[in-house]
């Protein structure tokens, strides 16, 4: 797998379907796609319900991200033709307390567009 440099957080957030924080419940591996449970706690782009699945690779050479269970993220995704959410390590999607920033400068960007 190799990616681009990522955009910045506004404009990424502006170029996926949803943008989210929340903690992985489970993980149900397949043999080239796993599903990813997610309990939502905040929202910062997206129709998105409490609990969501998110589809990514297995790792390796196609970019699947390595989510962990009981560990919170930061979720950048997008939806696939077929309807699904998905993610990769080549999206911003980062475990949550290497966001700090990110979060602080998503929250302020939110606000504005509030007002």
Known sequence: CSCAPPDPPIESLKKVTAVFIGKVKNIRRGSWENKVTVEVSKVYKGDLVREVII??????GDCGYPFQKDSQYLIYAWRSPE????????KRTKPLDKAVDEIKELDSYIDTQGE
């Open 55 to 60: 589809s990514t690779g297995i790792g390796g």
């Open 83 to 90: 309807g699904s959410l998905q993610t990769d390590i080549c």
